[in-house]
């Protein structure tokens, strides 16, 4: 069911939840779900939402419309740039959404991407900012910073260099005019690419599969994963010890031991 303030079909973003699965649906299609300030602050407040309800396991992002995002929102930029502003504005948006990836890839759920049409600048970076990206086969992502003279925002750097390597990361950003949903595959972005017509429904049954995970599995999985290429050694071996023993203390657990060690030989 949707929350109490996210009934109006004109909000920016739309908070959906059912059972384990959560899904934030950006919702300016006329723009092409582009980003601006109303719709960063409602992220940031819809991802807080998400990350502070435990019976949450994943958390699906969408686009409605014939997008998924076309990145920053170019009205409210050109008109900063017009009206010389563009540090204050720009540093307003960035405040919020940059909070919001931020939320995204600390909170202790899955999150995934499901991605249609275009996603270009901050929208592609959305995209794999996400610990996870379903695409459908139509779906291309365009990098579109270098083009108009800027470098990348929106989390695009974090959720790419770490996949990709810097020589791809280049390349992409500098030399790509946009790629196809199967390059983005081949490059380890994109987890599954499905047919355009099966994206809602094969968005879901993943979706499904990834809740299945027990809540310690799913946070404990997460925070080491992404720690892993920044942290020393034993440190990192610390850190999988004091998981593994936590998550072995819950009931999900011994549940799921118990089911494994009485299966016949």
């Known amino acids: 069911m949707p929350t109490s303030d996210d009934t109006a079909a004109s909000a920016p973003a739309l908070l959906r939840i059912?059972?384990?699965?959560?899904?934030?649906?950006?919702?300016?299609?006329?723009?092409?779900?582009?980003?601006n300030l109303s719709i960063a602050q409602k992220l940031e407040q819809l991802g807080a939402e998400v990350e502070g309800n435990d019976a949450i396991r994943v958390l699906v992002i969408e686009g409605e419309g014939?997008?998924?995002?076309?990145?920053?929102?170019l009205q409210t930029i050109?008109?900063?740039?017009?009206?010389?502003?563009?540090?204050?504005?720009?540093?307003?948006?960035?405040?919020?959404?940059?909070?919001?990836?931020?939320?995204v890839r600390r909170m202790p759920k899955i999150v995934l991407s499901s991605v249609h049409?275009?996603?270009?600048?901050?929208?592609?970076?959305l995209a794999f900012v996400t610990d996870l990206c379903i695409a459908a086969d139509d779906a291309r992502f365009?990098?579109?910073?270098?083009?108009?003279?800027?470098?990348?925002?929106?989390?695009?750097?974090?959720?790419?260099?770490?996949?990709?390597?810097?020589?791809?990361?280049?390349q992409i950003f500098l030399a790509e005019d946009s790629f196809t949903a199967q390059q983005a595959h081949q490059w380890g972005l994109v987890a599954r690419v499905v047919p355009?017509?099966?994206?809602?429904?094969?968005?879901?049954?993943?979706?499904?599969r990834l809740a299945q995970n027990p809540p310690a599995a799913i946070a404990g999985t997460?925070?080491?994963?992404?720690?892993?290429?920044?942290?020393?050694?034993?440190?990192?071996?610390?850190?999988?010890?004091?998981g593994i023993i936590d998550a072995m203390l819950t009931e999900d657990f011994r549940v799921a031991v118990k089911k494994f060690t009485s299966k016949p030989k």
């Open 196 to 208: 355009a017509a099966e994206l809602k429904a094969e968005t879901r049954k993943f979706a499904e």
């Open 142 to 170: 365009t990098p579109a910073y270098a083009k108009i003279g800027v470098s990348p925002d929106g989390g695009s750097t974090v959720g790419m260099v770490g996949t990709v390597g810097t020589r791809r990361a280049l």
């Open 117 to 125: 049409g275009s996603a270009a600048g901050a929208g592609m970076g």
């Open 66 to 73: 014939r997008a998924f995002s076309a990145g920053g929102d």
């Open 222 to 242: 997460k925070s080491l994963v992404y720690q892993a290429a920044v942290t020393p050694t034993r440190q990192q071996l610390d850190a999988e010890e004091k």
């Open 18 to 35: 059912e059972g384990p699965i959560a899904t934030i649906t950006l919702n300016r299609p006329a723009a092409f779900n582009s980003i």
């Open 78 to 103: 050109g008109a900063a740039a017009a009206s010389d502003t563009i540090a204050p504005v720009v540093g307003e948006l960035l405040k919020h959404y940059h909070a919001f990836i931020e939320t």
